[in-house]
C-alpha cells in the first residue's frame, strides 16, 4: 500500500450550490466509510495510514488499538504508554504469555468486550483484570491457580454483561462457584476440564439446579473425567441450539454409552428442539448408535454435524439423507466406515452445503459434465483425491474407465465449478490414513498447470490453499500463477515441506503470502 500527500477532501462542483461556493466533504468524517475502509486494511497498513497526517491519525488509531495480543514476543505488541493513550479503542485484548505484568493489569479499558488469556497467568494480576472491566461479554481463561479458582469464578458471576466463557485446562472441585456463571451465558466451552468431584454426588444434586435455559451454545471437550456430569450437564440446557461433545480417552467407551443412549432418549421426548449444530466424537459410538441419534432427530432443521474420528458409517448415513436439505456444514473426517459414494451424495445432494470436510474420493467417481447444486454456496472444501482405482470395484460400479493423467484433469474441472470457495485443502500431511482402503497404494494428485491446474483460475475468492504432501511436482510457474490468479491469496499451506521450497517460499512472501 503506497501512501502520497493526503488529501482527504472531496470537492463538489459549484453549480451544485446556488450561491456558487463549493461544498467540501471530507469521507473520513463519515462512519460507514470509515468502518468499510479500516476493517479490510492490515496492523502494517493502519499502522502507515496512521502516520500520513493528524486526521488520518485520529480516523485509523482506533482500528490499530481495537484488538492487542500481548505474545512472549515484546517486540510484536506495543508499549505500555501506547496502550494507555489508546485504553478507550482496546475492544479485545489477548495475553498469549505465561506471565500477565502488574502494569498491564492496571489498564482502564471501559470499552473492552473479549477477554483471553492463555497460558498461565499470575492470578494476581489476572483476577483484578477481570474485575475492573465490567463491559466483559467474552472471557477466555487457562490455567487458574488451584488456590484462586472459586474467588476467580465469582468474580465472573459479577460481570453484569458476560454471555460466553471458555475455561482451558482446568482442575475444579468447588462445583458450586460454576451455577451461577453458568447461569448467565449463551455459550459456553470446557475445553481440557478435569472434575475433581469425581464419585462424589454432585451429578445427583445436579438436577435440582435450575435448568440454564440462556446457554445456546455448549462444548465439552477434553479428558472425560466424569461423563455422567457432562451428560447431566447437557440435560440441564433445554434451549441449546449447538452441542459438541467430545471424549478423548480410548476407556471411556463402557461409562459414555449409557449416557449417549440417555441423550437419545432425551431427543425423542422432544428436548432440545432448536439444536441445529451437533457433534459428538468418540472413535467407539458405533454406527448403529449414531443412527439412533440421527433418526431421534426427528424433524429439528439439523444444519451442522461433525462426526470426525468415528465409527459413523453406513446405517447413520442412511438416516442423514433426510436432512440433505438442511445441511451447511458436516465432517466426517477419519470415518474409516464411509467412501466414495457417500461423499460424492454430499456433494451432488446438499444444495446449501457451506463446508465439507472429508477424508478422499477415488476420483474414478467425479464426473465434468455433472452440476453440483453447492456450487454457489460450498466456501471450505477439505478432500484428498486418489488417482488410482478404487480396489475391488468393477466396471459396472459406476465408474468410468480413465487414465490417472485424465483423472488430475478431470479434478481440477470439478474443483473449478466452485467458484464461492475460499478455503481449499487437496491434500492431508500423511500419515493421516484410516482403515484398509487406505493401506492401498495410490496415486496422488499432482499440481501443475500442465496437469489442468488452470481450471481453477475462476476461484477469485480462494484465500487459503492447503497442499499437504502433494507438493513435489510443484514448480515456480505454479506459484506464480496462483500469486496471479487468487487475488485473495493468504495462505499457502504445504509450501514449506518441499524439497526445492526456498524460491517458492521467496515468491510467495513477496506478494505478503504467508508459508506454511
Not at 43 to 49: F, M, P, Y
Not at 115 to 135: F, I
Not at 275 to 288: E, G, N, T, W, Y
Request: glycine content about 6%.
Amino acid at each position: 500500500m503506497r501512501l502520497g500527500k493526503a488529501n482527504t477532501s472531496v470537492q463538489g462542483s459549484s453549480s451544485s450550490s446556488p450561491s456558487g461556493i463549493r461544498n467540501s466533504i471530507n469521507p473520513f468524517h463519515i462512519p460507514e466509510i470509515v468502518f468499510e475502509i479500516g476493517r479490510y486494511l492490515d496492523n502494517s497498513a493502519l499502522a502507515r495510514c496512521s502516520r500520513v497526517c493528524r486526521e488520518w491519525n485520529r480516523t485509523f488509531i482506533p482500528f490499530l488499538y481495537s484488538a492487542i495480543e500481548i505474545t512472549t514476543k515484546p517486540s510484536t505488541f506495543p508499549s505500555i504508554g501506547a496502550l494507555r493513550n489508546n485504553e478507550a479503542s482496546i475492544r479485545s485484548i489477548s495475553f498469549m504469555t505465561n506471565k500477565l505484568y502488574n502494569i498491564h493489569s492496571h489498564l482502564v479499558m471501559p470499552n473492552l468486550k473479549t477477554l483471553t488469556m492463555r497460558l498461565a497467568c499470575s492470578c494476581s494480576n489476572m483476577e483484578p483484570m477481570v474485575r475492573n472491566h465490567k463491559s466483559i461479554r467474552f472471557l477466555e481463561l487457562s490455567d487458574i491457580p488451584t488456590e484462586h479458582r472459586t474467588l476467580m469464578l465469582k468474580t465472573i458471576a459479577g460481570l453484569p454483561h458476560i454471555e460466553e466463557l471458555t475455561l482451558r485446562k482446568q482442575h475444579i472441585a468447588r462445583i458450586s462457584a460454576l451455577w451461577d456463571v453458568f447461569s448467565r451465558l449463551k455459550k459456553l466451552s470446557l475445553i481440557s476440564i478435569y472434575f475433581e468431584f469425581m464419585g462424589s454426588n454432585t451429578t445427583a444434586t445436579l438436577p435440582l439446579h435450575p435448568d440454564f435455559d440462556m446457554l445456546r451454545d455448549l462444548t465439552i471437550t477434553g479428558w472425560g473425567s466424569d461423563v455422567a456430569f457432562e451428560a447431566a450437564l447437557i440435560a440441564k440446557c433445554p434451549n441449546l441450539e449447538c452441542l459438541e461433545w467430545e471424549v478423548d480417552r480410548r476407556d471411556m467407551d463402557a461409562r459414555l454409552i449409557p449416557h449417549v443412549q440417555g441423550f437419545i432418549q432425551g431427543l425423542v421426548r422432544g428436548k432440545w428442539a432448536n439444536l441445529k449444530s451437533l457433534s459428538i466424537r468418540h472413535q467407539f459410538v458405533q454406527d448403529a448408535v449414531f443412527e439412533e441419534i440421527i433418526q431421534a432427530l426427528d424433524n429439528r432443521m439439523l444444519e451442522e454435524l461433525d462426526v470426525s474420528k468415528t465409527q459413523f458409517g453406513e446405517q447413520a448415513f442412511g438416516a442423514l439423507r433426510h436432512y440433505f436439505s438442511t445441511l451447511r456444514i458436516v465432517n466426517i473426517r477419519n470415518c474409516p466406515n464411509l467412501n466414495s459414494a457417500n461423499v460424492m451424495e454430499l456433494l451432488t445432494l446438499c444444495p446449501h452445503l457451506q463446508s465439507l470436510a472429508v477424508d478422499r474420493i477415488y476420483a474414478q467417481y467425479l464426473d465434468t459434465d455433472q452440476i453440483w447444486p453447492c456450487n454457489k454456496t460450498l466456501q471450505s472444501l477439505s478432500i484428498e483425491f486418489e488417482l488410482d482405482r478404487e480396489p475391488n470395484t468393477s466396471e459396472s460400479s459406476g465408474a468410468t474407465e480413465r487414465t490417472p493423467e485424465e483423472l488430475n484433469g478431470v479434478v481440477f474441472a470439478c474443483l473449478g465449478q466452485l467458484r464461492e470457495l475460499e478455503s481449499l485443502t487437496v491434500g492431508y500431511p500423511k500419515p493421516v490414513r484410516y482403515g484398509q482402503a487406505y493401506d492401498q497404494a495410490s496415486i496422488p494428485l499432482e499440481i501443475q498447470l500442465t496437469k489442468g491446474l488452470g481450471a481453477l483460475a475462476g476461484l477469485k475468492r480462494l484465500n487459503s490453499f492447503s497442499m499437504g504432501d502433494l507438493t513435489g511436482s510443484l514448480g515456480p510457474k505454479e506459484v506464480d500463477w496462483m500469486i496471479g490468479n487468487w487475488p485473495q491469496l493468504g495462505v499457502l499451506e504445504g509450501l514449506s515441506k518441499t524439497t526445492k521450497k526456498i524460491p517458492r517460499q521467496r515468491v510467495a512472501k513477496r506478494n505478503g503470502i504467508k508459508v506454511k
